[in-house]
């Protein structure tokens, strides 16, 4: 007689996640109906390295702007970087530009829905391409970021965080998807959870929906992995890179060296150092007759 082996069950309970997730979503304006492919590619730039309420802003103000990949094509480089503003690690407005260039001349306006062809893009990499695929289109596909590690490492592993990151990441919520079409929502809500209940620092497990926690059954163990530091941006390079930036961004011609060099005086070597990194970064660039200006506007 055939012996009938139980079904697996799920360490995460796809229903119960998406109901939470209904209750509990944050309203983020790029998560509405009616909201385009090209809009969410933005947000998932923007988002990248900058906390949400940062991004929100600055988002509905460039997509009332430039709400296609062809209008951000048109704008210069130059007002792409002032339009980015003070979100922070500005190679991502270059690369979005460069971006948006290709979807225009290359795919007709429309932002490619797979996720190899979305990877050939200017900076789209394993993460923003899947979710592109998944929140745009819909796709059943993993989609993980730093949220969804941490919540796979403490629910499934029962490990306090998730250690770096590694090719399993994938295949470890790709085994949790469902297999029918609440795939992409079950993705969106294990980002929202990690995000909003089970955060890095603080996870707030007397609200978490999740029934089975493979951390909390195992009573939290500690990790060993050494604390993180958190970054500072005082005194950094990216500050003075951000500070260079700003007296470029006020500008519509180029400037002297010497309406740079006050923007930083703390460190002058230093500064010389930023400003060589955004030439080379191609954030900057150096007329002919030695005046700085944003990518674009040299001429
Ligand atoms: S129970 Fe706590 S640690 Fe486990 S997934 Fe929920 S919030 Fe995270």
Redesign the pocket.
């Known amino acids: 007689m055939a012996v009938i082996l139980p079904q697996a069950v799920p360490v995460i309970d796809a229903s119960t996640l998406i109901d939470w997730y209904v209750r509990a979503q944050r309203d983020l304006p790029w998560r509405r109906p009616g909201v385009s492919a090209w809009q969410i590619l933005v947000s998932e730039f923007m988002l990248q390295q900058t906390p949400v309420a940062r991004v929100e802003p600055i988002w509905l103000a460039w997509i009332a702007r430039w709400p296609t990949p062809s209008a951000t094509a048109d704008a210069g480089a130059a007002d792409v970087l002032r339009a980015w503003g003070k979100l922070g690690y500005p190679r991502r407005a270059k690369r979005l530009h460069e971006c948006a260039t290709v979807i225009a001349t290359e795919h007709g306006d429309v932002v490619p829905d797979d996720v190899d062809t979305l990877l050939s893009l200017p900076g789209i990499g394993t993460y923003t391409a899947r979710a592109v695929a998944c929140f745009a289109y819909g796709k059943r596909v993993p989609v993980v970021d730093t949220n969804v590690r941490?919540?796979v490492a403490?629910?499934v592993h029962g490990l306090?965080d998730a250690g770096s990151p590694s090719t399993r990441d994938l295949a470890d919520v790709e085994a949790l998807l469902p297999d029918d079409e609440t795939a992409p929502q079950f993705s969106v809500a294990l980002m929202e959870?990690?995000a909003t209940?089970?955060?890095a620092r603080s996870?707030?497990?007397g609200?978490?929906?999740?029934e089975h926690?493979?951390?909390?059954a195992r009573g939290?163990p500690a990790g060993t992995a050494p604390a993180k530091r958190v970054q500072k941006y005082a005194g950094t390079d990216r500050q003075v890179r951000g500070r260079l930036l700003d007296v470029l961004r006020g500008k519509d011609s180029p400037v002297t060296r010497a309406e740079l060099d006050v923007a930083w005086t703390v460190d002058t070597a230093q500064r010389d150092r930023a400003l060589d990194s955004l030439l080379v970064d191609g954030l900057v660039e150096q007329t002919a007759d030695g005046r700085f200006a944003l990518c674009g506007e040299a001429d």
């Open positions: 941490r919540v403490r629910a306090p959870l990690g209940v089970c955060t996870p707030r497990c609200v978490c929906p999740l926690c493979g951390w909390r939290f």
